[in-house]
């Protein structure tokens, strides 16, 4: 079963203690790429967020979002005066290299992360409760994930079913063509005046055939094209194998190209390399 790399999910939790909201984002990705943003307090939890991800999504860029509001009059506050002095410092040596640059004020001091602590909240149970809250969401994106994949294994088996009928109509045209090519060596031979021996006449016109032989490149892309629809009801990331399968199926559409003799069998290429291109465009977001 193929799976998207593009879902979304949020979820929320509210309690005594005040109110939590988690969102997951995920694009695609060449690679598994995690990003956080988590309220300082709450920052610990970033290393067991990271390790589930890595556990349960092999492909795209996730970005996890945390918001953490405490309840009105559930807290007090402190200033951490280790965290302010270390503060004073570090705006102390910025003032001794730029001495024109404006100092923060009070309030904005206040914000920096760590200079107040909330005191009267049991913090491991609002972490327990984000951790719930991240599994839950984590949950959900994954099942967006699954809902997004088979929308796009739909559209992948379509082109398929339409690359498998240029296919059979290339197929068709052979005969059509090497009596084409027959004809035109004869009435070229009769415009000149030139009269060919029988068996060299034969020799030629299996001269033509030979390089207009599609054979081999029609059996390899329906055997690509069969691959395809194998790789999509497998299990795990199976992107970057039907990304290489695109790779192969437009390789055999461009030999049947420049073996295209009459303005049916290029028509028919140039519409197999449409299809295959739409099918690379929604591969690249499949995990």
């Known amino acids: 079963m193929a799976y998207s790399m593009t879902a979304f999910s949020r979820q929320t939790r509210d309690a005594d203690w005040g109110s939590l909201q988690l969102?997951?984002?995920?694009?695609?990705?060449r690679y598994l790429e995690p990003h956080f943003r988590l309220p300082d307090?709450?920052?610990?939890?970033?290393?067991a967020f990271r390790e589930a991800m890595r556990r349960r999504l092999a492909r795209g860029k996730v970005e996890c979002s945390l918001r953490f509001d405490p309840a009105t009059g559930g807290e007090t506050l402190s200033v951490n005066r280790q965290r302010l002095a270390e503060l004073a410092?570090?705006?102390?040596?910025v003032r001794a290299e730029l001495p024109d640059a404006p100092l923060p004020d009070a309030l904005a001091l206040l914000d920096h992360p760590g200079v107040v602590d909330a005191r009267g909240i049991d913090l491991d149970t609002v972490k327990q409760a984000a951790r719930a809250l991240f599994d839950a969401a984590l949950d959900d994106l994954i099942d967006g994930r699954a809902r997004e994949g088979e929308r796009l294994a739909e559209l992948i088996q379509q082109r398929l079913d339409a690359v498998r009928v240029q296919v059979a109509e290339v197929r068709g045209l052979m005969p059509t063509i090497l009596e084409r090519q027959r004809t035109q060596l004869?009435?070229?031979?009769?415009?000149?005046?030139?009269?060919?021996?029988?068996?060299?006449?034969?020799?030629?016109?299996?001269?033509?055939?030979q390089k207009a032989d599609v054979d081999e490149e029609l059996d390899r892309l329906e055997?690509?094209?069969?691959?395809?629809?194998r790789q999509l009801k497998q299990k795990g990331p199976v992107g970057r194998r039907l990304d290489f399968l695109m790779q192969e199926l437009n390789r055999e559409a461009n030999t049947l190209s420049s073996k295209a003799v009459?303005?049916?069998?290029?028509?028919?290429?140039?519409?197999?390399?449409?299809?295959?291109?739409?099918m690379r465009e929604q591969i690249q977001n499949i995990e």
């Open 23 to 29: 969102e997951l984002r995920s694009v695609n990705q």
């Open 41 to 47: 307090t709450l920052r610990d939890l970033e290393p």
């Open 89 to 93: 410092r570090a705006l102390h040596e």
């Open 186 to 209: 004869t009435e070229r031979l009769d415009a000149l005046k030139a009269e060919l021996d029988p068996q060299r006449l034969e020799a030629e016109i299996a001269l033509l055939a």
């Open 223 to 229: 055997t690509h094209v069969t691959e395809v629809e």
């Open 262 to 278: 009459v303005a049916e069998s290029t028509r028919c290429a140039v519409e197999l390399k449409v299809l295959i291109e739409q």
